[in-house]
């Protein structure tokens, strides 16, 4: 989204599910805790959180799974019941919703502010700057 569109959409990967999300958000962050690590498969979680008011499910509700860890005070996740994919969660206060930003479809029109849980960072966690770049595979 370009600095006058004001909402941006987003889907799974075989395209079931659909949402839509309007600003403002309250933070996008990198979240490198071992739950958001292992919820993304990835170095860390790219998440935006933004009042459950500006979002809104395009198609596919009823294909988001939810899964509560129950161990945890906050933390949920969603997916897909087809492809698996990561997808937006309410927090269980039932104010917010947490957005995977891997899953937009579109330039949400903010850029990550924070990295969190440094302290529980992978060890093997290379900041990309740090590596190579390809325009396609080497």
Not at 24 to 40: A, D, G, I, N, W
Request: glycine share 8%.
């Amino acid at each position: 989204m370009d600095a006058s569109q004001e909402t941006a959409k987003g889907a799974c990967l075989c395209g079931a599910v659909t949402y839509r999300i309007s600003k403002p958000y309250l933070f996008f962050q990198y979240c490198h805790c071992s739950r958001c690590r292992k919820e993304s498969g990835s170095a860390h979680g790219a998440k935006l959180l933004l009042p459950v008011a500006q979002f809104e499910w395009i198609g596919g509700e009823a294909q988001v799974q939810r899964f509560e860890l129950p161990t945890a005070k906050y933390f949920c996740t969603a997916f897909c019941k087809t492809c698996g994919s990561s997808l937006p969660w309410q927090t269980r206060n039932g104010k917010y919703m947490i957005v995977p930003c891997g899953t937009l479809d579109e330039d949400p029109g903010a850029r990550p502010e924070r990295n969190v849980h440094w302290d529980s960072h992978a060890p093997w966690y290379v900041s990309a700057e740090q590596l190579p770049f390809f325009e396609q595979e080497p």
